[in-house]
């Protein structure tokens, strides 16, 4: 191939990684000017919990622990476990529990967004958590995206699904291990 072929062949890789991480990026930097600019409104309750930020930890305990499985089918799905053949099944099992796991989400970020808000004077753990939360929801939306492109992401899919799980493992760690380690569950 020539170099001005591979040149060309760069410039389409490029733009199909780049254009869900801008959007990816777009969208993390919408949350949190939107978490930081709002009125904060109060919620009462989450799905029927008597304490609000119980819920919101055991939910996000449910997303940490889907995403280390989603880590564990993607290792499988792109044969990256020693001894584990190529099942049929992981595939749809690692779409619908990435399903399950924005589902469980989605009420304690609404929560943290509605309710909550970001307010100046935070904490560095409140602040670290809700730049997790941006990025999480950045890179979801940059991995889907990844994933409707011709050729499906090439190494951008991987990026993407680490910083996903990365984001998560931020999450956990500021709000359900400290909720579990200080306030008690």
Request: net charge positive; charged share 10%.
């Amino acid at each position: 191939m020539s170099t001005a072929g591979r040149a060309r062949e760069y410039g389409r890789v490029a733009f199909r990684v780049w254009l869900p991480v801008v959007a990816g990026t777009g969208v993390a930097v919408v949350l949190g000017v939107f978490a930081r600019e709002h009125e904060p409104v109060r919620v009462l309750s989450i799905a029927g919990f008597v304490h609000l930020q119980a819920a919101k930890a055991w939910l996000t305990c449910g997303v940490a622990a889907l995403a280390v499985l989603q880590l564990l089918l993607a290792l499988a799905l792109y044969q990256r476990l020693p001894r584990v053949p190529a099942w049929p099944w992981i595939g749809p099992a690692h779409r619908w529990t990435g399903r399950l796991a924005l589902l469980l989400s989605l009420p304690v970020a609404v929560h943290c967004l509605y309710s909550i808000g970001l307010q100046g004077d935070t904490q560095p753990r409140v602040l670290i958590h809700a730049v997790c939360g941006c990025v999480f929801y950045g890179a979801f939306v940059a991995k889907m995206l990844l994933l409707s492109r011709p050729g499906g992401g090439g190494w951008g899919l991987p990026v993407a699904g680490g910083v996903v799980f990365a984001a998560i493992a931020g999450l956990w760690l500021s709000s359900a291990l400290w909720f579990f380690t200080t306030v008690g569950g």
